[in-house]
């Protein structure tokens, strides 16, 4: 018996076939040479369309973090994501793989531009974060775990070069991108995080009613650290940490950021934490138990710690936000491959007209989280009501998004090897770090608060009740 081969349907249900005279691609061949100029079918993809919109630096920021994905952390992805919890600085040999493959492509020392980091001297004429953005969003579009992995040590930087400071650059962010040029991957973590203040350390209002858990003591030649941090990502695998403390019997207004290498002595790494999502970046908790830090290792001056932090989270949260974006766009094309090729009742999935409304909408609040990101990255300055908007936009997005694929995958969705399950995951811890939604939203108004004082001192424009 000869099988029947299923015959490829020439278009979905509910549409016109493209070579049509009724379909836009035929239809708009006719237009006058001018107005194809102005209307457009879409012969690229929509990645390609959005790519070719940036500045070519930009263009080769995104195609070079894609292709990197793709090469290193999609063959890994899942097999990370189940890796037994190991002892703290031992991530597991395809994750140090990955580390050391980043380091050799450059993927490590990006913030600065060549001969000092390895960014084209060209990005010097783009905003900081937009870079470090589009980087993101492709690393979380294959792998949240190993994104974390690599993006976390660019949060590490960050502090250090907005301390102002030349020499802390050059006696701690320079061998370090040396290194990473050589292959060999040596990362900086940035810690606030304490077990009794999430966000009081991320808030004035909380702040000033706050008690430090973590403290310096005045010594000869410089200060002693004692006290503890948690959630600090990739902290057991750096080789210098940037803390934050209060100095001894002042509040949180006397916050300094301090440079700890590893190996200071009552520096150690207590535990990494079994998480939800984000699996192959490791969430450690540091312990400093009197441990010396001289003057030269004080960042940007003494009692300037709370502005320091302020100024790294108004930049740091627009990759964070362009992480939601990564994980909205990743359960959306694993929606769509899996309804292209799933059936029901001797149809694709993506026959049905119910599907496709879904995937329509998912595509298109993937397009606007974009979209929000790459204005808030275009801005010269970051503004904290721009970013911190950003942040609780696109990371609530991507569980939106996810939760939809997941609807639409069914009992599928519930597999690992389907992806979606663990997109979920991962994305969900987007809405926790970098200020908790709640907490951004807050930032939002805080940002617009002295405009709203004047508004309700304003005389009343309306009728008067």
């Given at each position: 018996?000869t099988?029947?081969r299923?015959?490829?349907p020439?278009?979905?249900?509910g549409h016109?076939p493209?070579?049509?005279?009724?379909?836009?691609?035929?239809?708009f061949?006719r237009?006058?040479?001018?107005v194809r100029?102005?209307?457009?079918?879409?012969?690229l993809?929509?990645w390609?369309?959005?790519t070719?919109?940036?500045?070519?630096?930009?263009?080769?920021?995104?195609?070079?973090?894609?292709?990197?994905?793709?090469?290193h952390?999609?063959p890994?992805?899942?097999?990370v994501?189940?890796?037994?919890h190991?002892?703290?600085?031992?991530p597991?040999?395809?994750?140090?793989?990955v580390?050391?493959?980043?380091a050799?492509?450059?993927?490590l020392?990006?913030?600065?531009?060549?001969?000092?980091?390895?960014?084209a001297?060209r990005?010097l004429?783009?905003?900081l974060?937009?870079?470090?953005?589009?980087?993101?969003?492709?690393?979380?579009a294959v792998d949240?775990?190993?994104m974390?992995l690599?993006s976390?040590?660019?949060?590490?930087?960050?502090p250090?070069?907005?301390?102002?400071?030349?020499?802390?650059?050059?006696?701690?962010?320079?061998?370090a991108?040396?290194?990473?040029a050589?292959?060999?991957?040596?990362l900086?973590?940035?810690?606030?995080?304490?077990?009794?203040a999430?966000?009081?350390?991320e808030?004035?209002?909380?702040?000033?009613?706050a008690?430090?858990?973590?403290?310096?003591t005045?010594?000869?030649g410089?200060?002693?650290?004692?006290?503890?941090?948690?959630f600090?990502?990739?902290?057991?695998?750096?080789?210098?940490?940037?803390?934050?403390?209060?100095l001894?019997?002042?509040?949180m207004?006397?916050?300094?950021?301090?440079?700890?290498?590893k190996?200071a002595?009552?520096?150690?790494v207590?535990?990494?934490e079994?998480?939800?999502?984000?699996?192959?970046?490791s969430?450690?908790?540091?312990?400093?138990d009197d441990?010396?830090?001289?003057?030269?290792h004080?960042?940007?001056?003494?009692r300037?710690?709370?502005?320091?932090?302020?100024?790294?989270?108004?930049?740091?949260?627009?990759?964070?936000a362009a992480?939601?974006?990564g994980?909205?766009?990743?359960?959306?094309?694993?929606?769509i491959?899996?309804?292209c090729?799933?059936?029901?009742?001797?149809r694709?999935?993506?026959?049905?007209q119910?599907?496709?409304l879904?995937?329509?909408g998912?595509?298109?609040?993937?397009?606007?989280a974009?979209?929000?990101?790459?204005a808030?990255a275009?801005?010269?300055?970051a503004l904290?009501?721009?970013?911190?908007?950003?942040?609780?936009?696109?990371?609530?997005?991507a569980?939106s998004?996810?939760t939809?694929?997941m609807?639409?995958l069914?009992?599928?969705?519930?597999?690992h090897?389907?992806?979606?399950?663990?997109?979920?995951?991962?994305?969900?811890l987007?809405?926790i770090?970098?200020?908790?939604?709640?907490?951004?939203?807050?930032s939002?108004?805080?940002?617009?608060?002295e405009?709203?004082?004047?508004?309700?001192r304003?005389?009343?424009?309306?009728p008067?009740?």
């Amino acid at each position: 018996m000869t099988e029947r081969r299923r015959v490829p349907p020439t278009h979905l249900s509910g549409h016109a076939p493209p070579g049509s005279a009724l379909s836009p691609r035929t239809a708009f061949a006719r237009l006058p040479r001018l107005v194809r100029a102005l209307v457009e079918y879409a012969p690229l993809d929509a990645w390609e369309q959005d790519t070719v919109t940036l500045s070519p630096a930009l263009q080769r920021v995104r195609r070079t973090a894609r292709a990197f994905a793709e090469r290193h952390l999609a063959p890994v992805a899942l097999s990370v994501d189940v890796r037994p919890h190991g002892p703290p600085g031992e991530p597991g040999a395809e994750a140090m793989e990955v580390l050391r493959a980043a380091a050799r492509e450059g993927l490590l020392d990006d913030l600065l531009p060549r001969p000092f980091g390895s960014a084209a001297p060209r990005l010097l004429a783009e905003p900081l974060y937009f870079p470090a953005a589009l980087k993101t969003e492709e690393l979380a579009a294959v792998d949240g775990g190993l994104m974390l992995l690599l993006s976390a040590h660019a949060l590490g930087v960050a502090p250090l070069l907005l301390a102002g400071d030349l020499g802390a650059l050059r006696r701690f962010v320079l061998p370090a991108f040396r290194a990473c040029a050589r292959g060999e991957p040596q990362l900086l973590a940035f810690a606030i995080t304490e077990p009794a203040a999430g966000s009081d350390v991320e808030d004035g209002h909380g702040a000033a009613t706050a008690r430090p858990g973590t403290t310096a003591t005045r010594a000869p030649g410089g200060w002693r650290l004692s006290g503890r941090k948690c959630f600090i990502s990739g902290g057991d695998l750096a080789v210098g940490v940037v803390v934050f403390a209060a100095l001894a019997g002042e509040d949180m207004r006397s916050w300094t950021a301090f440079y700890v290498p590893k190996g200071a002595v009552g520096f150690r790494v207590t535990r990494t934490e079994k998480k939800l999502g984000m699996r192959a970046s490791s969430a450690a908790e540091l312990e400093f138990d009197d441990v010396f830090v001289s003057d030269e290792h004080v960042l940007g001056g003494l009692r300037n710690g709370w502005a320091l932090n302020r100024a790294v989270l108004n930049m740091s949260r627009i990759p964070v936000a362009a992480m939601g974006v990564g994980f909205a766009r990743a359960a959306t094309d694993a929606a769509i491959e899996f309804c292209c090729r799933t059936t029901l009742g001797g149809r694709a999935l993506v026959d049905y007209q119910d599907v496709q409304l879904e995937l329509a909408g998912m595509l298109a609040d993937t397009a606007a989280a974009r979209a929000m990101v790459w204005a808030a990255a275009s801005r010269r300055q970051a503004l904290q009501r721009e970013a911190s908007a950003a942040k609780f936009h696109c990371t609530d997005t991507a569980l939106s998004v996810c939760t939809r694929a997941m609807d639409l995958l069914g009992n599928h969705a519930l597999l690992h090897h389907e992806r979606v399950e663990k997109i979920y995951r991962d994305a969900r811890l987007t809405q926790i770090f970098e200020g908790t939604n709640e907490l951004n939203r807050l930032s939002v108004i805080e940002d617009l608060q002295e405009q709203l004082l004047a508004t309700m001192r304003a005389p009343s424009k309306g009728p008067t009740p």
